[in-house]
């Protein structure tokens, strides 16, 4: 395993990505999907970048990186589709000691973006070590396919009882067993029928 899988919570947190284009815009809808603060550097953008600009979603610096931009980030991404100036923003943002994800280009990146499955609060990232993005959008069909639409709300559900089952059954393995017992029955089935009157 050459990546340490992890999930980070970015929320209010400043993120960082070098380009406008349609990569750069992928990438922002991920990051604002994670509640990141974000500041996109680049010369031109996409319309749609432009507009979360023009509404005060997004900060978008008009001009070239530059070396301080990654200053205060926690996370970078280079995304202007072009090799040398993505490498050098790499070079730029990890000697700030900030970690960067370079669209397309695994060996210049320090993290790995996976193909992911979301159903909120339930999210499961594919990832092929950069191998081949192909099959793991592959991979996210399937599981998509497999999984329950509702399976995030009846997560939610769960996370609301989560601190009572605790305080009415202190021991782990008693736990476990209620858990297993609500995930395989009627409150799951009800849960995921939209019936969450009837589940709780």
């Known amino acids: 395993m050459r990546y ?18 349609e ?30 600009a023009d509404g005060g979603r997004v900060r978008w610096l008009n001009r070239a990186f530059r070396d301080d931009d990654p200053d205060g980030m926690v996370l970078a991404v280079a995304a202007t589709g072009l090799e040398d ?5 790499a070079g730029a943002v990890r000697s700030a000691g900030v970690p960067v994800n370079v669209v397309d280009a695994p060996d210049l990146s320090d ?5 992911i499955v979301d159903r909120d609060p339930i999210v ?10 192909v099959l793991a959008r592959r991979i996210r069909g399937l599981i998509e396919a ?3 639409a509702r399976i995030g709300a009846l997560a939610r559900l769960a996370g609301e009882f989560r601190g009572a089952v ?23 089935e009800r849960a995921l029928a939209g019936d969450e009157i009837g589940a709780r």
């Open 4 to 21: 340490f899988p992890a999930f980070f919570d970015l929320r209010d947190r400043p993120c960082l990505i070098v380009g406008g284009g």
């Open 23 to 52: 990569a750069a815009a992928r990438k922002l809808r991920l990051l604002r999907g994670a509640g990141a603060a974000v500041t996109i550097v680049a010369p031109s953008v996409t319309a749609e970048i432009a507009a979360l």
């Open 85 to 89: 100036v993505d490498g050098a923003v």
């Open 111 to 115: 993290f790995a973006v996976p193909a």
């Open 124 to 133: 499961i990232g594919i990832s092929t070590g950069g191998a081949s993005p």
């Open 146 to 148: 497999m999984l329950p």
């Open 166 to 188: 605790a305080a009415l059954a202190p021991d782990a393995d008693v736990r476990r067993r209620l858990w297993e017992r609500v995930f395989d029955g009627a409150v799951a």
